[in-house]
C-alpha cells in the first residue's frame, strides 16, 4: 500500500526548523511568501529595483532574526511587517513630496478600476505607471497603509498588525492617503465613467498584479535579488 502523502509544513514549524538548522526550510518560506512580499514592496516604492533590495534585506533580517519570533503574530504577518519597514527606511531616505489634501474619502480602489477592452493590456501598464507615481507623493506611512488595505487587500486589523499600529490609525491613514490621491487619480475615474461600446470593467477593482521573483527556491535570502524582475 502506498503511503498517503504527508501534510505540508505549517510556516511556523518551518521557521522553527530553520532556527533549528534545516537549511531548506527558509527556503521553503520564502517560496511561500515571496510573490506577495514582491507585491507590496514594488507598489510601496514603485521602483522594481527599489523593491528588490527592499525584499532582499527584509528576507535577510528575518533569516537572522527567526529565533526571535515567539508565535504571537502569523508568520506571514511577521514577514510583511519585516518587509514593511524596510521599505518605509528607503521612503523616508528618500526626498518628500508634498500635495495638499481635500475633501474625498472615497476608496481608493472606485479610482482604480480597469477596463476589459482590446487594448487593456496598454491602459493597464499606464494606469499601473501613473498609479506608482502619485503614490510616491504620499507620506511613507500612509502609502504602506494604502498599499495593504486597497492594493493587497488585507483586512484593516491584519494591516494593523503587519504595520504593527492601532486599527483606527490605518483607518486614518487610509482616508487621508485617499484624500491626497483622489485630485491627482481623478482624470483616472472620469475615463472610466465615459460609456464605450465593447469595454466593460471587472467586478472588484484592482491594478495589475506585480510579477515578482518566482524562481528563489533557495534557503539563501539573497536569491530573491535576482529574481525580482529589475530592468
Not at 53 to 74: E, I, K, Y
Not at 178 to 201: C, I, M
Amino acid at each position: 500500500m502506498a503511503a498517503e502523502p504527508s501534510e505540508p509544513l505549517s510556516d511556523s514549524d518551518l521557521l522553527a526548523r530553520h532556527v533549528a538548522g534545516e537549511t531548506d526550510a527558509f527556503g521553503e518560506l520564502v517560496r511561500r511568501h515571496r510573490d506577495r512580499l514582491w507585491a507590496v514592496a514594488l507598489r510601496t516604492l514603485g521602483d522594481r529595483e527599489e523593491a528588490a533590495d527592499a525584499v532582499q534585506d527584509a528576507l535577510v533580517s528575518a533569516f537572522r532574526a527567526a529565533h526571535t519570533f515567539r508565535g504571537q503574530s502569523a508568520v506571514t504577518t511577521w514577514l510583511h511587517r519585516i518587509t514593511v519597514n524596510a521599505c518605509l527606511d528607503r521612503v523616508r531616505k528618500a526626498a518628500t513630496r508634498k500635495t495638499s489634501p481635500v475633501d474625498n474619502t472615497e476608496r481608493f480602489e472606485q479610482l482604480l478600476e480597469p477596463h476589459e477592452s482590446a487594448e487593456a493590456p496598454a491602459e493597464r501598464q499606464d494606469l499601473h505607471r501613473e498609479l506608482l507615481a502619485a503614490l510616491a507623493t504620499l507620506p511613507a506611512e500612509q502609502r504602506a497603509a494604502l498599499v495593504l488595505v486597497d492594493m493587497q487587500g488585507y483586512p484593516v486589523a491584519e494591516a494593523a498588525r503587519i504595520l504593527d499600529v492601532p486599527t483606527g490609525t490605518v483607518k486614518s491613514r487610509c482616508a487621508r492617503g485617499r484624500a491626497r490621491l483622489a485630485p491627482l487619480l481623478t482624470h483616472l475615474r472620469s475615463e472610466a465613467d465615459e460609456p464605450t461600446a465593447g469595454r466593460n470593467r471587472t467586478p472588484r477593482a484592482s491594478v495589475p498584479p506585480a510579477s515578482g521573483p518566482r524562481d528563489a527556491g533557495t534557503s539563501d535570502p539573497a536569491a530573491v535579488k535576482g529574481g525580482g524582475g529589475r530592468t
